[in-house]
């Protein structure tokens, strides 16, 4: 593998990731064709010809999925703590009446338990998009800034995805 490439090889690769990515712009939907514009695209071309960007796209996905995994474990944790209560009560509690009275007053309890997890489980899920935001800002990569406005996440999810879909494109030969 050429280490150092030549101007004329790295110009070869800019042209290569611009021409995908504009492709890949192009299959977005209109009202987000309108928000990546070509010099957005070009800066991207530009900042992924060493492949940096790649690696830490590829480092922040491995922590997305491993904290996801951990997010959905806790949840699940609640709900089989919350069955056990209600097996616990079926089995102490034998009137009936009372079984039925204390599963109510369980299943609200249960309700707002688990409403509550849900709530703290998507705080930890939006500071884990803001920190992939920060670093891929701090690394200089266009379009990367910390916002919460739905459109431009969604905008910034997309690039994500084009860089990922680069990542694993076969670049051809003569333009490594």
Do not use: W
């Not at 806790?74 to 703590?81: F, G, H, K, P, Y």
């Amino acid at each position: 593998m050429d280490l150092d490439p030549t101007p004329e090889a790295l110009q070869r690769k800019l042209y290569f990731l611009l021409e995908q990515l504009q492709d890949m712009a192009r299959e977005l939907p209109p009202k987000y064709q309108m928000r990546v514009p070509i010099e957005l695209l070009s800066g991207l071309a530009n900042c992924l010809l060493n492949d940096t960007v790649f690696e830490i796209v590829k480092g922040l996905m491995e922590i997305q999925h491993v904290t996801e995994k951990h997010l959905f474990q806790q949840r699940l944790q609640v709900i089989n703590e919350n069955t056990l209560e209600i097996q616990n009560m079926i089995n102490t509690v034998m009137d009936p009446e009372q079984q039925q009275l204390q599963q109510t007053i369980l299943l609200v309890r249960h309700t707002e338990r688990l409403k509550q997890t849900d709530m703290k489980l998507v705080l930890q899920l939006d500071q884990k998009v803001t920190d992939q935001q920060v670093t891929l800002e701090k690394a200089g990569v266009p379009g990367f800034f910390v916002t919460s406005k739905p459109i431009e996440v969604k905008v910034q999810m997309y690039l994500l995805d084009f860089i990922l879909r680069l990542s694993k494109m076969d670049i051809p030969k003569g333009v490594k």
